[in-house]
């Protein structure tokens, strides 16, 4: 990761472009007061700088301040071309459609999501925006690859532009089964959006399949296995790639001394407790906190945990907090931590040590390291990288990690206390379980789950759904 001041380039053309809500990059202060932008420590952009760099790719995506337009320039070897956003669609296109309809519903619809017309036609000119802007970008028979739900049509109206191009979309949230999908009343629209690319993939087979069976049933299209013709004779493939993580980079910077030492130095801090529980979240409904909570207040309560012995450090960064649901829960969290601290009579250390910080990379790398156990609850998750992370990190086979049936990871993390987060009991039994068990029960599911975070990481990811799009005519 470095800065750069940003060099202004007027109309950049590329034969590979991402189009993505967020542009790759962040904006920063110097210390002479000038800002520039730094390239955002996120997993997807580690993963396709390479391809970036090798084709002089360029990143087209929102800036990030609304009302605020800005020309293309470049930044750390890769050309951004910000697209626009007025306050008006911020507030309907992504926290109205994308954050209060779309992820509510496609995450099992745990929040009620609210459709609202006026949300969609601001996602309909957003998306046209976008694809305009690919458009411009894309050189002659480029690819060009678009991501995530706040961008469903693009495909389909990338194409209507440039049919020389090869389009792939990948679903970084779980694709909802028929019944919910159906609730959308736009729900012809996206199908038909998505089958503008040539690669749709998603991070489970479930999704792909889901997506494939709603095409027929809705859309009347011919299908095979994974494969859609479209009205237009051709033929769309719709493929599971499970996202991952730069697992070397993880557990190279999780065993620098500098990192180690902050380790043994966040346990000091927390009183060299026996064991260390950690949770990490954006404080998302779909997290499955106030389970996790609850279930660890209440093994305090019963005596089944002392915390003399087990602290419990929750890191929960708050998120898209202009929209109400995501208000409410940092109150309801914020009141059951308290309650479980004040409950617990001590004087001390809180059996919860709760942080809504953001932390660098580094700072995570100790906090996992320093842990014993990683608790990862959702109710449903397209992958969740932060137990993959925690597993990488891990300098040897100790450690437990209990991770919900319903998060994507846990098609391929078998070996990890598996949970019904729903199950408050069946939660505190299967923490008790991960906490006791013995040093060579860990080291016999860690060994597997560590095989396989290195063995399938971001690279291969990448290199896997580029491949199959590569192979598409
Ligand atoms: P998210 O819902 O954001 O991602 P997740 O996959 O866990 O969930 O990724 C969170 C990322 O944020 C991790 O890389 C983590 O390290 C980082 N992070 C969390 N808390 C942090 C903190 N306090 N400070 C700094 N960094 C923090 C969506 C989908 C997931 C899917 C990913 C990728 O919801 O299911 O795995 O995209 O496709």
């Known amino acids: 990761m470095s800065t750069d001041r940003g060099k202004k380039s007027s109309s950049p053309t590329s034969s590979f472009v991402v189009v993505a809500n967020r542009l790759a990059v962040d904006r920063i202060e110097h210390a002479d007061g000038s800002t520039g932008w730094r ?11 390479p391809v970036m760099r090798a084709n002089d790719g360029a990143w087209i995506g929102w800036h990030g301040a609304p009302d605020e337009k800005l020309r293309p320039f470049s930044s750390d070897g890769m050309q951004l071309v910000p697209v626009h956003l007025t306050s008006d669609e911020v507030r309907d296109y992504y926290e109205g459609l994308s954050n209060g309809t779309l992820w509510p519903l496609y995450h099992d619809a745990v929040e009620h999501p609210h459709f ?15 694809a305009a802007r690919a458009a411009e970008v894309a050189e002659p028979g480029a690819v060009v690859w678009v991501q995530d739900y706040q961008l469903q049509l693009v495909p389909q109206l990338l194409r209507q532009r440039r049919p020389d191009l090869r389009i792939g979309f990948f679903l970084h949230i779980p694709f909802p089964p028929l019944e919910l999908f159906q609730q959308l009343p736009w729900r012809n629209q996206i199908l038909e959006g998505l089958l503008g690319a040539d690669l749709v993939g998603f991070q489970l087979p479930g999704g792909a399949q889901n997506f494939v069976r ?41 065993a620098s001394p500098a990192v180690e030492q902050r380790a043994k130095q966040i346990r000091h801090d927390l009183g060299d407790p026996t064991t260390m529980i950690l949770g990490v979240d954006r404080l998302d409904y779909t997290k499955g906190l106030r389970q996790r909570i609850r279930a660890f207040g209440e093994l305090v309560n019963e005596g089944r945990v002392d915390p003399e012995e087990t602290v419990y ?14 208000r409410q829960l940092r109150d309801d969290i914020d009141m059951l931590v308290g309650r479980i601290n004040g409950e617990s009579g001590r004087i001390g250390r809180p059996p919860i040590t709760y942080l ?36 990488a990190c891990r300098q040897d086979d100790s450690g437990a990690l209990v991770l919900s049936e319903f998060a994507g990871a846990a098609k391929e993390l078998r070996q990890a206390y598996l949970v019904n987060p729903y199950d408050i009991n069946g939660l ?7 906490m006791t068990d013995s040093p060579r029960v860990h080291a016999r599911r860690m060994r597997f789950l560590r095989k396989q975070v290195f063995e399938n990481d971001i690279d291969r990811w990448a290199s896997l759904f580029l491949d199959d799009l590569a192979g598409r005519s």
């Open 39 to 49: 390239t955002s420590p996120g997993g997807l952009v580690t993963a396709l700088e």
């Open 116 to 130: 609202h017309r006026e949300w969609w036609d601001a996602y309909v000119e957003v998306n046209e925006r976008f």
């Open 214 to 254: 709603l095409v027929r049933q809705r859309l009347h299209l011919q299908t095979h296995r994974d494969r859609v013709r479209t009205a237009d004779g051709r033929t769309v493939l719709a493929r599971a790639y499970p996202i991952s993580i730069d697992a070397d980079s993880f557990h190279d910077l999780a």
């Open 313 to 326: 450090v929750q890191v929960a960064t708050p998120s898209r907090e202009r929209v109400d649901q995501y």
């Open 356 to 391: 809504h910080a953001s932390y660098p990379r580094d700072e995570m790398a100790a906090l996992y390291r320093a842990a014993d156990i990683m608790v990862v609850t959702p109710l449903r998750d397209g992958m969740n990288l932060v137990a993959k992370e925690f597993i």
């Open 428 to 434: 505190k039994e299967r923490l008790l379980e991960a």
